[in-house]
C-alpha cells in the first residue's frame, strides 16, 4: 500500500503574505486529501495566538518586550511596501474585490480540513511562551527530531 500523500510546511515568518503562502499552500493540499502538518516556529508563532493585537505575553521582561513588538495575528506586516501598517488591511480588502480567499478564511478552512499545526519547543522558550497563550487548534508543542519524524516520506516547504 502506498504512503498516504503528505505535506509539511515550515512557518518561520510572522509576515501577512508568506502567512497567506503556507496557508494557502495548507488548505488547497488537505482539499485534496494531503495529511498537512503546519510547523510554527519563531515569528510564525505569533500567527497562532490567542491574542490578536499587541500584548505582553511572555516570561521575562525581555520576552514580553519581543512579544508585544512582535503583535499578533491582526499585527502581521507585509513582508515588502507594509505602509505603515495599512498593506496587510489593503491586500485583504483587493483579495476580497478579487473573490480569493482572504488569510482569516484560509486561516479557518486549514482547521475544517484537520491541517495539523504544531508549534515549535525551543522558539517557545526563547520567547517565554506557552501553550496558554496559543489557539487551542495547535495539537503539540514539538522539537525539530519530532517535527523531522512527523513529516518523513513526504514533502516539506520553508514559509
Known amino acids: 500500500m502506498a504512503d498516504p500523500k503528505k505535506l509539511s510546511l515550515i512557518a518561520f515568518s510572522g509576515d501577512f503574505d508568506k502567512a497567506i503562502a503556507a496557508f494557502t499552500m495548507a488548505s488547497g493540499a488537505a482539499a485534496v486529501n494531503y495529511e498537512v502538518n503546519l510547523f510554527f516556529t519563531f515569528w510564525g508563532l505569533n500567527i497562532l495566538k490567542k491574542?490578536?493585537?499587541r500584548g505582553t505575553q511572555g516570561n521575562g521582561a525581555l520576552a514580553k518586550a519581543f512579544n508585544y513588538l512582535a503583535g499578533g495575528p491582526e499585527n502581521l506586516p507585509m513582508t515588502r511596501l507594509n505602509?505603515?501598517?495599512?498593506?496587510?488591511?489593503?491586500?485583504?480588502?483587493?483579495?476580497?474585490?478579487?473573490?480569493?480567499?482572504?488569510?482569516?478564511?484560509?486561516?479557518?478552512?486549514?482547521?475544517?480540513?484537520?491541517?495539523?499545526?504544531?508549534?515549535?519547543?525551543?522558539?517557545?522558550?526563547?520567547?517565554?511562551?506557552?501553550?496558554?497563550?496559543?489557539?487551542?487548534?495547535?495539537?503539540?508543542?514539538?522539537?525539530?527530531?519530532?517535527?523531522?519524524?512527523?513529516?518523513?516520506?513526504?514533502?516539506?516547504?520553508?514559509?
Open 83 to 159: 505602509l505603515l501598517g495599512a498593506a496587510p488591511r489593503l491586500m485583504t480588502g483587493l483579495t476580497r474585490r478579487r473573490n480569493v480567499a482572504t488569510l482569516k478564511e484560509l486561516f479557518e478552512a486549514s482547521i475544517a480540513l484537520g491541517v495539523n499545526f504544531y508549534a515549535c519547543e525551543m522558539s517557545m522558550n526563547i520567547l517565554g511562551l506557552s501553550l496558554d497563550d496559543f489557539i487551542p487548534e495547535v495539537k503539540d508543542v514539538i522539537g525539530v527530531p519530532k517535527f523531522l519524524d512527523i513529516s518523513s516520506g513526504g514533502e516539506t516547504l520553508f514559509i
Open 51 to 53: 491574542k490578536k493585537r
